[in-house]
């Protein structure tokens, strides 16, 4: 069978080229997009990647999806099919959190670039007609149907997805405070290879991304699948939306495996343990809460216990807490996996 990632015998793939200003403009999301896993969601219910990963989700999002309109569904699996593209205007190139203002930026797209992106979209039926002219009756209807199908197959699990999110940044800021960007760019192998001053990752279609000094906003999320994602228009603010590490019932929440980390259970508690592993990589009292699913004044009461024991050291930058393991508290974890 022909490698789908080969072309004429040589690989496919997108070439993001850096020059020494956009090192120092490239910076991580502060968490991840609400549209951008709204989307890529929608593009994994349409088809069988990762069925591992995926379908637990998957059953549980389409038996919440049912309970909405039949025309809100259609209109996002119009908008984002199974595969290929989809237009950018669904996913604004801004870094806030906030679900209502990037579903504003999506009905505030002008009209003319609005039509020019659902190009992309095969096949495209008659009754997308009135979004395809900007009509505000379709707009209304489009922000209607993101926001309800978040909030049934993305909501849900958004403090999961948080607590995942988290975790990768944790792990690329060691990696910029042990050796700079480039040490960031290098932890993201395989998925994304840094051969100075080219960042590769394996790609649908052969593409080449010059960032010309304006930097590159790193993405974690969940939904995406396997290979990076970015905006077609290379005019956009470059964006790379990359794939963090997720098990197969990442959205089910913390699971307890009673084979597995029973001493450290015993020492300290089933609470206090799992704050301990939570801060492996590094996080705030919120990541933490989020990590565990702890509220927060307990989140809270676990990390002044776990430093007043020596296992962690908090560290405040302005409003913000950051712990970090002690060498102590990393030996008790690693002489304690689970």
Same mark, same amino acid.
């Given at each position: 069978?022909?490698?789908?990632?080969?072309?004429?015998?040589?690989?496919?793939?997108?070439?993001?080229?850096?020059?020494?200003?956009?090192?120092?403009?490239? #910076?991580?999301?502060?968490?991840?997009?609400?549209?951008?896993?709204?989307?890529?969601?929608?593009?994994?219910?349409?088809? #069988?990647?990762?069925?591992?990963?995926?379908?637990?989700? #998957?059953?549980?999002?389409?038996?919440?999806?049912?309970?909405?309109?039949?025309?809100?569904?259609?209109?996002?699996?119009?908008?984002?099919?199974?595969?290929?593209?989809?237009?950018?205007?669904?996913?604004?190139?801004?870094?806030?959190?906030?679900?209502?203002?990037?579903?504003?930026?999506?009905?505030?797209?002008?009209?003319?670039?609005? #039509?020019?992106?659902?190009?992309?979209?095969?096949?495209?039926?008659?009754?997308?007609?009135?979004?395809?002219?900007?009509?505000?009756?379709?707009?209304?209807?489009?922000?209607?149907?993101?926001?309800?199908?978040?909030?049934?197959?993305?909501?849900?699990?958004?403090?999961?997805?948080?607590?995942?999110?988290?975790?990768?940044?944790?792990?690329?800021?060691?990696?910029?405070?042990?050796?700079?960007?480039?040490?960031?760019?290098?932890?993201?192998?395989?998925?994304?290879?840094?051969?100075?001053?080219?960042?590769?990752?394996?790609?649908?279609?052969?593409?080449?991304?010059?960032?010309?000094?304006?930097?590159?906003?790193?993405?974690?999320?969940?939904?995406?699948?396997?290979?990076?994602?970015?905006?077609?228009?290379?005019?956009?603010?470059?964006?790379?939306?990359?794939?963090?590490?997720?098990?197969?019932?990442?959205?089910?929440?913390?699971?307890?495996?009673?084979?597995?980390?029973?001493?450290?259970?015993?020492?300290?508690? &089933?609470?206090?343990?799992?704050?301990?592993?939570?801060? &492996?990589?590094?996080?705030?009292?919120?990541?933490?809460?989020?990590?565990?699913?702890?509220?927060?004044?307990?989140?809270?009461?676990?990390?002044?216990?776990?430093?007043?024991?020596?296992?962690?050291?908090?560290?405040?930058?302005?409003?913000?807490?950051?712990?970090?393991?002690?060498?102590?508290?990393?030996?008790?974890?690693?002489?304690?996996?689970?």
């Amino acid at each position: 069978m022909q490698n789908p990632n080969l072309i004429g015998g040589r690989s496919v793939m997108l070439r993001v080229h850096f020059t020494s200003e956009d090192l120092l403009r490239t #910076r991580l999301a502060a968490g991840p997009h609400p549209l951008w896993e709204a989307i890529l969601s929608a593009t994994l219910l349409g088809n #069988r990647d990762g069925q591992a990963v995926f379908d637990g989700w #998957r059953l549980c999002a389409r038996s919440a999806l049912r309970h909405l309109p039949p025309e809100q569904i259609r209109l996002i699996r119009c908008l984002a099919p199974p595969s290929g593209d989809f237009p950018d205007f669904l996913t604004p190139p801004q870094e806030a959190q906030d679900l209502a203002a990037g579903i504003e930026g999506v009905l505030s797209t002008p009209s003319q670039r609005i #039509r020019q992106e659902l190009a992309v979209l095969p096949r495209l039926p008659m009754w997308t007609r009135p979004l395809m002219d900007g009509e505000p009756g379709a707009l209304r209807a489009l922000g209607q149907s993101l926001r309800a199908y978040y909030t049934c197959a993305v909501g849900t699990h958004w403090q999961r997805i948080q607590a995942l999110t988290d975790a990768d940044r944790g792990v690329r800021a060691r990696a910029v405070l042990h050796g700079g960007v480039e040490a960031m760019l290098e932890s993201f192998r395989p998925t994304l290879r840094w051969n100075r001053p080219v960042l590769e990752a394996d790609y649908p279609t052969d593409r080449d991304l010059r960032l010309a000094g304006r930097g590159l906003l790193l993405v974690p999320s969940v939904f995406c699948w396997r290979t990076p994602v970015t905006f077609i228009d290379p005019g956009l603010p470059p964006t790379l939306v990359y794939p963090v590490n997720r098990g197969p019932r990442w959205w089910a929440g913390h699971q307890t495996d009673p084979r597995r980390g029973q001493a450290l259970r015993r020492l300290l508690g &089933e609470s206090r343990a799992m704050a301990l592993r939570a801060v &492996e990589d590094g996080c705030t009292t919120g990541e933490l809460a989020r990590r565990t699913g702890l509220a927060l004044p307990t989140a809270s009461q676990h990390a002044t216990i776990l430093r007043e024991a020596g296992l962690i050291a908090s560290t405040r930058r302005g409003n913000t807490v950051i712990h970090t393991l002690t060498p102590l508290g990393r030996d008790v974890l690693t002489a304690n996996p689970g």
